[in-house]
């Protein structure tokens, strides 16, 4: 039986208190610069799970769930044609939710190399310009704007 992609996903921009932020190369696509990004396990999954799990396997960041800040935006967009065939046939829209996860400056990063080839930290708007994917670089310019609305919680 063929398990089908859920069409919820998060996107975490991880971050620097210095505004350094996380891109990473996708293996599937040369050149294409993300933050991370992942769909669900399972219908039931908490979002702030899926958020900590995707960071831990894309990156190695152990990170707990309470140093998440899930930012209350969603972005429904259009999933590209070459990953379609990835969710269940006649699913062509994901709805994306935006966390963020501030990190010291040299936290080490372990990439999945089945999903990433490389890895660079850069100032915010060098970071947002070089993401393919716009929903990526509008969060990124928007990071500026969460870290100076406090601590979390």
Request: aromatic share 10%; proline share 8%; glycine share 6%.
């Amino acid at each position: 039986m063929t398990r089908f992609k859920i069409p919820e996903s998060v996107l975490v921009v991880i971050h620097t208190p210095q505004r350094a932020v996380l891109l990473l190369e996708r293996a599937d696509h040369p050149g294409f610069w993300q933050g991370v990004t992942g769909s669900k396990d399972s219908a039931g999954e908490d979002l702030a799970q899926t958020a900590a799990r995707e960071v831990r396997e894309e990156t190695g960041i152990a990170a707990d769930l309470a140093d998440f800040r899930d930012w209350s935006l969603t972005n429904v967009y259009d999933i590209y044609p070459a990953w379609r065939a990835r969710y269940a046939p006649g699913v062509t829209r994901n709805t994306e939710h935006v966390f963020s996860l501030c990190v010291p400056p040299g936290t080490a990063v372990t990439l999945s190399p089945r999903e990433h080839t490389a890895f660079q930290w850069l100032p915010w708007r060098e970071a947002a310009d070089r993401c393919y994917s716009p929903s990526n670089a509008e969060a990124i310019l928007m990071l500026p704007q969460f870290l100076d609305q406090g601590p979390l919680r």
